[in-house]
């Protein structure tokens, strides 16, 4: 099993940064990639930005070059950084883990961006 917890929302004005963490503990050692997506009230989630074991990265077009996503394998977390916030980056934000056998979601973590 792995439980994944999500830290680092909130509101913040347009044009600001957030820095989000996801810690991973439980079976890490099966992890192979992690990801963030995001949720709007009645939107669907959609991928924001996913990361491999190997490292490589992968992100959606709306957030090109504002947002960057990082590890640190020593403490198990994963990062999303997020600058130049627009009104439309509201949502709740969503850390996953995807394992050989399951993907794993954490509770997730409202960022409010107000204009």
């Known amino acids: 099993q792995v439980q994944l917890v999500e830290s680092g929302g909130g509101l913040v004005q347009a044009g600001g940064s957030l820095r989000l963490s996801c810690a991973a503990s439980?079976?890490?050692?099966?992890?192979?990639?992690m990801g963030w997506y995001r949720q709007a009230p009645g939107k669907q989630r959609e991928l924001v930005a996913t990361?491999?074991?190997?490292?490589?990265?992968n992100y959606a077009d709306s957030v090109k070059g504002r947002f960057t996503i990082s590890r640190d394998n020593a403490k198990n977390t994963v990062y999303l950084q997020m600058n130049s916030l627009k009104p439309e980056d509201t949502a709740v934000y969503y850390c996953?883990?995807?394992?050989?056998?399951?993907?794993?979601w954490g509770q997730g973590t409202q960022v409010t961006v107000s204009s």
């Open positions: 996953n883990a995807f394992t050989l056998g399951y993907n794993y």
């Open positions: 439980g079976s890490i050692f099966s992890i192979n990639a």
């Open positions: 990361i491999t074991s190997g490292g490589s990265t």
